[in-house]
């Protein structure tokens, strides 16, 4: 690998690892939603980093791609499991790294998230270049399922690209008969998922993220300051919050307009379809001799 495109790994890791643990300080009974994801956001800017997606706060039976509103009014309440799902780059190199947070004393609970941490590390264990994703996966369902839980089936772990968040392949959370092969210098993100649910999720509510998939010829202005500015990010997720303008209505018809163009794509919450509870654990690893996880 590059020297260059190694130091921005490096870098992008720390700076997401920083912030992960200085989060925690953030996410307590009766705080908002909001206010942590700004210090969040904040906080990886100020420490050099770009924002590779917003941050996602998933709590309880939501697994991801909840991010709050600006006038979001949501605290965190007593018993939530709290995922923070956090993305930097630098120079579109990106660190992607993920943790459950419990505010409560239910053993039950702690145990779940045990589960999705030890499958974690016990996939990371036995990553080096030439293993099979599918033994990857099978490490990750064997630790969650002997852990009395259920792995996430229909979401994975996934490559990094330049600019590119869930490149292909991905890495799935139960076994597969996937015959491909990590290389030396791939970039992964393993990500295993644990509920206490059934063990799939669906789209549920009202999209909070976008990103942008191409050019369209939308009709209203404000659709056309929305494409402009998913463009100028290289096409990395983006937050409505994020828009400064347009405002309001506009900016939801807006949105709404390019999503139906298809020129963004819309990431709804994926909820547990059970409502089982779900943790979240993950790093980015670098494939070399051996795994080098960038995110501890």
């Not at 996410?27 to 210090?39: P, V």
């Not at 600019?163 to 292909?168: P, R």
């Not at 059934?198 to 999209?207: L, P, Y």
């Amino acid at each position: 690998m590059d020297s260059h495109i190694l130091d921005c790994y490096i870098r992008a890791g720390k700076i997401a690892s920083i912030v992960r643990e200085k989060s925690k300080k953030w996410i307590f009974e009766g705080a908002k939603l909001l206010d942590a994801a700004q210090n969040i956001e904040s906080e990886i800017v100020s420490l050099g980093g770009g924002l590779a997606f917003p941050v996602n706060i998933s709590l309880n039976e939501i697994a991801a791609h909840y991010t709050p509103t600006e006038n979001d009014e949501k605290v965190f309440s007593r018993e939530d499991i709290v995922k923070i799902d956090i993305g930097v780059h630098v120079d579109g190199y990106i660190a992607d790294t993920a943790a459950s947070i419990y505010l409560g004393s239910d053993k039950r609970k702690i145990a779940l998230l045990d589960a999705s941490k030890n499958a974690l590390n016990s996939a990371i264990s036995i990553i080096n270049p030439g293993i099979k994703i599918s033994e990857v996966s099978a490490v990750i369902e064997n630790t969650i399922r002997n852990s009395g839980f259920n792995p996430i089936t229909n979401l994975t772990g996934h490559y990094l690209g330049r600019y590119v968040v869930h490149a292909s392949p991905s890495i799935p959370n139960v076994r597969t008969h996937s015959r491909d092969i990590l290389e030396e210098g791939d970039v992964i993100a393993i990500e295993p998922f644990a509920t206490d649910g059934s063990g799939e999720v669906k789209d549920t509510g009202r999209a909070m993220i976008f990103s942008f998939i191409r050019d369209v010829s939308p009709r209203s202005g404000s659709a056309r300051k929305i494409q402009a500015f998913a463009k100028n990010i290289n096409g990395l997720p983006f937050a409505s919050r994020w828009l400064k303008e347009p405002k309001g209505m506009l900016r939801e018809n807006g949105l709404k307009e390019l999503v139906s163009l298809g020129g963004l794509h819309a990431y709804p919450p994926l909820k547990e379809v059970a409502g089982g509870c779900i943790s979240q654990a993950e790093h980015t690893v670098i494939v070399l001799d051996k795994a080098v996880v960038i995110t501890k």
